[in-house]
């Protein structure tokens, strides 16, 4: 069964740390660009970045530039975020994806192939 599942979530405080794991099954991650989407309450699904595959170039929300870190192990089919100095607009449900192209900006678009269900963060004190 082709799956991505996330763990890692729960709750922080501001200011705090959190590494969000991605786990794939049933097929070959490193085919594949990886990333992240968050969707917020009451607000519109968002892009938080995303990996190559043969090439390990990262692309990040301009927003999130400098605190959040996607990283990936292929060997372990593992995908990560790390994500640092978070605040209460953090909070989200984060979503990890499999697909063919990662880009600046990076969309929920038809190059997405695989979702996880998503792990939920919650940033407060």
């Known amino acids: 069964q082709v799956q991505l599942v996330e763990s890692g979530g729960g709750l922080v405080q501001p200011g705090g740390s959190l590494r969000l794991s991605c786990a794939a099954s049933?097929?070959?991650?490193?085919?594949?660009?990886v990333g992240w989407f968050r969707q917020a309450p009451g607000k519109e699904r968002e892009g938080v970045g995303c990996?190559?595959?043969?090439?390990?170039?990262?692309y990040y929300a301009h927003s999130l530039k400098g605190r959040f870190t996607i990283s990936r192990d292929n060997a372990k089919k593992m995908v990560y975020l790390q994500m640092n100095g978070l605040s209460p607009e953090d909070t989200a449900v984060y979503y990890c994806?499999?697909?063919?192209?990662?880009?600046?900006?990076?969309?929920?678009?038809?190059?997405?192939?695989?979702w996880g269900r998503g792990t939920l963060v919650t940033v407060s004190p």
């Open positions: 049933g097929f070959t991650l490193d085919s594949y660009v």
């Open positions: 990996i190559g595959n043969t090439d390990p170039t990262t």
């Open positions: 994806t499999a697909g063919t192209l990662c880009y600046e900006d990076y969309q929920p678009d038809s190059s997405l192939e695989v």
